[in-house]
């Protein structure tokens, strides 16, 4: 079976609505064979689950146009193709080996699945508006970078003329310094930020947990006077009515406290 049938076979299962024996009756003469198919690519999702063939078990389902007709259809993809699907947008182009797998009888479409992991991704030919976008961008660029040196050369010039013109007696020779290069500053910048978060995770860390164990110890110290206050409720003197006071408090405190780190 050539290209061109199955293509005509996708507009006929897109223009009528026929049974499930029928669908197979159509699709299995091209089960044997490896298509080279141009698609248009409409949206891709996680394949769930095991699938009935290992090889596209963690890949993506994508949902592609074929033909002139359209015809919609999904394939199963490698999960070697993840990242390049996951960068894909709707209405780009792909040029995929693959083979029919069956037909999806609840979104009526016709299941294929990738047979060669070096399938091709096309890439969107650039406007001719683009092409100038980025021409100008560049020469601006080349512009900006001139005048940068034309201004340093300038510098130069006036130093030397100033240094010719000044008494050599007494005068200190100019020294230029050079500043460290941008991206050591930037290096050193990140690093000292990641430590200075380093420190505040730490610090919050160990309060947290200082926090934590005060709760569990005002909650232990409620409960063990609550407790002392009722095995001693038949003695009316002043402890016990202490104890019965101070429990209750002490419990409050330490679940205000854990209350407060749990929000």
Sequence with gaps: MTKEDLLTTLRELKESRLVASEVDALLDPFREDTFKLNFSFVSSSPSLGSQADPAYNDGYTIVCQVGAAESECSVHMFASENS??????????????????????????????????????????????????????????????????????????????????????????????????????LASKREKMIQEQKSLDRFDFYMRAMAYMMAVFFYGLGGLACLIGVLSIFDPSEPVLMFLFAGPLFLGVGHFIWKALRS
């Design 84 to 185: 390049r699907l996951e960068n894909l947008r709707p209405g780009d182009e792909l040029e995929l080996n693959l083979k029919v797998l069956g037909f999806d009888s609840l979104y009526q479409r016709v299941t294929f699945g990738q047979v060669a992991k070096d399938s091709g991704f096309v890439k969107p030919e650039e406007s001719a508006e683009q092409n100038v976008e980025k021409l100008k961008a560049l020469v601006g660029l080349l512009e900006k970078r001139v005048d940068q040196l034309q201004e340093a050369d300038d510098v130069v010039a006036e130093t030397e003329r100033i240094q010719t013109e000044l008494p050599l007696e007494g005068v200190p020779e100019f020294v230029v310094k050079q500043d460290k290069p941008r991206e050591q500053n």
